[in-house]
């Protein structure tokens, strides 16, 4: 392999693993203040008459309202929580209030009516002090039994060779079919079967039909369980047919293995359609040298 090619393969890896897609959500969040004294701030998912059910750093709660003091579905803001302190003032009165700070002669409390400045000798002990933000207790986990999903789809890919084969090779187009199996799952692993037919630009001087079997993996899911981020690897077989450039208008052709990695992200907003976008790198591998490429891909598909 050539070193300027070496060198490509560098600069492919590096823009593969640097570009992620930039995803952004609004929160619509909602104040659950238990009974003990704890206050979260959640994004709310759904209510009924008996439940509501949250999400709360990227895990769902479900949570009886016979077990919530006050909730308050009107927030916005970020998840977080705090840990309400009771106070007995020497008079025999109580104020509950979330500990902000102290100094020499006074503890700062945020209670409902706003911020609120107690002598410490007007306290009887133990006095406020500050805490660690409580976890979500897991007793409210919602653990929703999934039943695997076939999905079927279509996409459109384009592809950039790094450097190009030559002036009329430059990159390719296609088409392609995949399927991912309900049954071919383990863990959060999905694999995968994908055929496709490619032709390179801008003359056709090159066409490709190949086929895989691949797998992907989750790392990043949105709260609302909607965006997905995916990495993926896969391997397979292609027949290569090349116009030979002498205008005898002859081709040859060859078989060879390649190899693909890919990030990937999806939306599954609906209820049975998922699209894609993927950033994905191929490697043919040639006798003497591997040829790779750079491409995007958008894809469409059903969950069944």
Known sequence: MKKSRKKDIILLFFLYFSLLPAISTSLNAVELRFKEGNIYFATLMNETEKTIKVSYMNEIYEVPKTDLEFYDVSKKGRNESYKVSKVTLRDGSSIKGIYVEENENEFILK??????????????????????????PRKYLFEEVKNPETRIGISTPFHVFIPPLSQNTVGLVGVSLFIEPAFVQWRAWMGGFRMELLQSVPKSSLQIAQSSFYAIHPFWDSEDKYHHLFYGLSLGLANLQYKVPTGSGDTRSGLNPFTTFELMYEYSGWSSLFLRSSLKSNFYLEPKEVIPSLGIEFSAGVRL
């Open 111 to 136: 209670t409902e009516l706003g911020f609120l400045n107690l002598k410490k000798t007007s306290i009887n002990p133990p006095f406020p002090k500050k805490e660690d933000s409580p976890e979500f």
